[in-house]
């Protein structure tokens, strides 16, 4: 072995150093340095508001609380009025919850409102016309909401196309298979009682503290809170999420992107179903007009509550919150004496400045 140092012979009892060790001693040994440009506080709040995306609509909410409250004064923060709210906002939450799952995939239904109406009137149907033990008759209800979510996924899973002109169309579809099958009459709301008193039981009132709530209200929260442990607590949570932001990288990472998709529709369509029960409830009666503005109500409470139309970003407690304050809003502004007009106007300017907020935090990431 050949020493190519310029120094001659090593000292003794030294082995003799070989041309890499050489190389080696002449390497660079800085370390790399990066140029960091101190954020502004503009771009503080940006990545504050990227990380905690339901901090926007919470701030909203309560400045809505605070505003409305110095208006109106103390009508709108007695516990009757408060409580109004959270009964006005159940159908729109549990709703709610089936489009935050649609959306966080960078989908979009637009056949909730329809599948919800559809399962109302079959449990109605059969419950009360038909004579159908109401438990059974419930799930009826459940297995044709899930039917219907079914038939989305398959669509947007097999066939490749959009979910918002799939639910448009399927929209149209449940929407017409609900004035057939109800024949465009409402059930009366003594007739279900009569029949089928376990239909309306979520409409039954209950009082606490003072506020009367109805069992809806307390469904729709334990509802919500166990959506959010499946979307934050499981496997299929992250994947949902993961779909959402990259399919691709999703399906390379060994996600089965097809499955998630289509489980959740039909999730989607079981939770519709949920909330036709409680539609039932809240109204007593079976109609197959109800529930006309549920696909409206609940892209504005997703949208307002922070998820976002592109994917991959979503809460449901967000969604809550955005439920929330489209109800603030609405009963702050009837209180005040303004019209049902500018009440819907004042919504639309909340979903506009909610998706704006959304494409600017958005930018973080870019």
């Known amino acids: 072995?050949?020493?190519?140092?310029?120094?001659?012979?090593?000292?003794?009892?030294?082995?003799?150093?070989?041309?890499?060790?050489?190389?080696?001693?002449?390497?660079?040994?800085?370390?790399?340095?990066?140029?960091?440009?101190?954020?502004?506080?503009?771009?503080?709040?940006?990545h504050f508001l990227h990380a905690n995306p339901t901090a926007v609509p919470a701030i909203v909410l309560l400045l809505g609380i605070i505003g409305f409250s110095l208006i109106v004064g103390g009508r709108f923060l007695s516990s009757f009025n408060l409580s109004l709210i959270i009964?006005?906002?159940?159908?729109?939450?549990?709703?709610?919850?089936?489009?935050?799952?649609?959306?966080?995939?960078?989908?979009?239904?637009?056949?909730?409102?329809?599948?919800?109406?559809?399962?109302?009137?079959?449990?109605?149907?059969?419950?009360?016309?038909?004579?159908?033990?109401?438990?059974?008759?419930?799930?009826?209800?459940?297995?044709?909401?899930?039917?219907?979510?079914?038939?989305?996924?398959?669509l947007v899973t097999r066939l490749k196309l959009p979910p918002f002109i799939v639910t448009l169309g399927t929209w149209s579809i449940f929407f017409a298979l609900n004035l057939w099958y109800s024949g465009s009459e409402t059930i009366r709301s003594q007739d279900v009682a009569k029949a089928a008193p376990f239909l309306q039981f979520l409409g039954t009132p209950v009082d606490v503290l003072g506020a009367r709530f109805t069992y809806g209200s307390f469904f729709m929260l334990g509802l919500i809170a166990l959506v959010w442990y499946v979307l934050n607590r499981t496997a299929f949570g992250r994947h949902l999420y993961a779909v959402g932001d990259d399919p691709a990288a999703a399906e390379l990472a060994g996600i089965r992107t097809r499955k998630v998709l289509f489980t959740v529709y039909v999730a989607a369509g079981v939770i519709c179903a949920l909330g036709?029960?409680?539609?039932?409830?809240?109204?007593?009666?079976?109609?197959?007009?109800?529930?006309?503005?549920?696909?409206?109500?609940?892209?504005?409470?997703?949208?307002?509550?922070?998820?976002?139309?592109?994917?991959?970003?979503?809460?449901?407690?967000?969604?809550?919150?955005?439920?929330?304050?489209?109800?603030?809003?609405?009963?702050?502004?009837?209180?005040?004496?303004?019209?049902?007009?500018?009440?819907?106007?004042t919504v639309g300017i909340l979903i506009i400045v909610a998706v704006a907020l959304d494409q600017w935090i958005r930018k973080v990431s870019a």
Do not use: H
């Open 276 to 345: 036709a029960w409680a539609l039932i409830g809240r109204i007593g009666s079976v109609s197959p007009q109800a529930g006309q503005t549920a696909n409206l109500d609940s892209i504005t409470a997703v949208v307002i509550g922070g998820a976002s139309l592109f994917g991959g970003r979503g809460s449901i407690i967000g969604t809550l919150i955005g439920a929330l304050i489209v109800g603030v809003f609405r009963n702050g502004l009837a209180l005040s004496g303004v019209d049902v007009l500018w009440q819907e106007f």
């Open 87 to 154: 009964q006005q906002v159940t159908i729109i939450g549990i709703i709610g919850i089936a489009q935050t799952l649609i959306v966080i995939t960078a989908g979009i239904d637009l056949s909730v409102g329809a599948i919800m109406v559809l399962c109302s009137v079959v449990m109605g149907k059969l419950a009360v016309t038909m004579g159908l033990p109401a438990p059974l008759a419930f799930l009826a209800g459940i297995a044709v909401g899930g039917g219907c979510g079914a038939v989305n996924g398959v």
């Open 1 to 46: 072995m050949t020493d190519l140092s310029s120094s001659g012979a090593p000292p003794p009892g030294r082995p003799a150093r070989q041309a890499f060790e050489q190389v080696l001693e002449k390497r660079d040994s800085r370390v790399a340095e990066f140029d960091v440009t101190p954020k502004s506080p503009l771009q503080r709040v940006q």
